[in-house]
C-alpha cells in the first residue's frame, strides 16, 4: 500500500488521481478548499482518504497539513503537487508576497 499527499484533491487532475489511488487499496491526503469539500472526500474512502483545509498562500498551513498528513500515514510515499494559482508577471517583477 502506498500513502499519497495530492495538492488540489478537490476536483480535476487531483480527484482523478486520488480516486484512482484510492481504487487500487492506496491511502490518500488530499488538500482541499473548503470543509464540504473534505468530508466529500473523506466519503470516497473512509479511513483511507483524509482531507486536509489548505490554502498554498500560507507557508505555516502548508507545514501544518504536510506534518499532519505524515502522522496520519506514518509517512507520505508519493506527493503530487497539483494545486496552484495563476500569476502573471516576469520573474524579476514579483516577490513571495
Same mark, same amino acid.
Given at each position: 500500500?502506498?500513502?499519497? #499527499?495530492?495538492?488540489?484533491?478537490?476536483?480535476?487532475?487531483?480527484?482523478?488521481?486520488?480516486?484512482? /489511488?484510492?481504487?487500487?487499496?492506496?491511502?490518500?491526503?488530499?488538500?482541499? &478548499?473548503? %470543509?464540504? !469539500?473534505? +468530508?466529500? =472526500?473523506?466519503?470516497?474512502?473512509?479511513? &483511507?482518504?483524509?482531507? =486536509? #483545509?489548505?490554502?498554498?498562500?500560507?507557508? /505555516? !498551513?502548508?507545514?501544518? @497539513?504536510?506534518?499532519?498528513? %505524515?502522522?496520519?500515514?506514518?509517512?507520505?510515499?508519493? #506527493? @503530487?503537487?497539483? /494545486?496552484?494559482?495563476?500569476?502573471?508577471? !516576469?520573474? %524579476?517583477? +514579483?516577490? #513571495?508576497?
Amino acid at each position: 500500500m502506498t500513502n499519497w #499527499l495530492i495538492t488540489g484533491a478537490g476536483r480535476g487532475l487531483g480527484r482523478a488521481l486520488a480516486a484512482a /489511488a484510492l481504487a487500487r487499496g492506496d491511502t490518500v491526503c488530499g488538500t482541499l &478548499r473548503d %470543509e464540504r !469539500a473534505c +468530508t466529500a =472526500f473523506e466519503a470516497l474512502a473512509p479511513g &483511507r482518504a483524509f482531507g =486536509f #483545509l489548505l490554502d498554498l498562500r500560507d507557508p /505555516a !498551513a502548508i507545514h501544518r @497539513v504536510v506534518n499532519g498528513a %505524515e502522522v496520519q500515514t506514518g509517512g507520505i510515499d508519493r #506527493l @503530487v503537487n497539483n /494545486a496552484g494559482y495563476g500569476l502573471v508577471g !516576469a520573474l %524579476e517583477e +514579483t516577490s #513571495l508576497d
